[in-house]
């Protein structure tokens, strides 16, 4: 487990209690008793707002985010390197470009991923109606995001015909204009409506299989406000609890999984802990809870 408390990424404050949320839920006992070994390797060193000037208005705190991420890049390969599993804790998504450089310079080498978000994360600095950060980051993962996220990353950390996108019900204009040029598997809510979450997942999951790593992104906001109100960017219609389980079920019913991100919880406005809790449950189905 590494936590990244981190919310410069994000155009709301309080993400950056994210980790500490999740831990508090009870997530080391929770995966103990399933029996894996869990190994807590704390929070990598990250910038506060109130001290950090944000720089470019189309990629804000970007210095500093790049700062946090390569330190999440530096555990995250050392832990895959010991044949682990890295489990990051958000934090705003933007952590999600450290699991994915670590993983892609470890053990690894590129490979694929499952989006789970309401949002594409497609942006770039370019395209941005907001600036933040956590909106860029799939695109910066695929080496598609601009000059600003080249210098100093190995991009793309991901094969760019192995993304797959479970949830999707927000995207911007710029977003939707890469989607139609990139090789990837797109399950908005309407295709989950008609589809069904099960047969989005499997048939994502087939696309991104394949050499190096299987990385699974759950952003917390992929489910329905009614049952995770804890997130910065809230979109009605939503994953429901039981397709968020079910879907991360699939997950661990593969056998695919190299790596997982849970992000996006804000404690500030969620009610009794409730989206930092069931974070811990998803969590744990997708490294093999069952019902029976």
Partial sequence: MIGAALDLGAGRRGVDMGPSAIRYAGLDARLTELGHTCVDLGNVETAVAEATAPGDERARFLPQIRETCARIADRVAGAAADGSLPLVLG???????????????????????????????????????????????????????GPQFEDGWQLPAVDRSRVALVGVRSLDAGERALLQRLDARVFTMSDVDRFGVERAVRESLTHIAGPGFVHVSLDMDAVDPDFAPGVGTPVRGGLSYREAHLALELVAESGLLSSLDVVEVNPILDRENETGKLAVELAASALGARIL
């Fill in 91 to 145: 934090g705003d998504h933007s952590v999600a470009l450290g699991t994915l450089e670590g993983l892609a310079a470890g053990a690894y080498g590129s490979g694929g991923v499952l989006w789970i978000d309401a949002h594409g994360d497609l942006n770039s600095p370019e395209t941005s109606p907001s600036g933040n950060v956590h909106g860029m980051i799939l695109a910066a993962a695929l080496g598609l995001a």
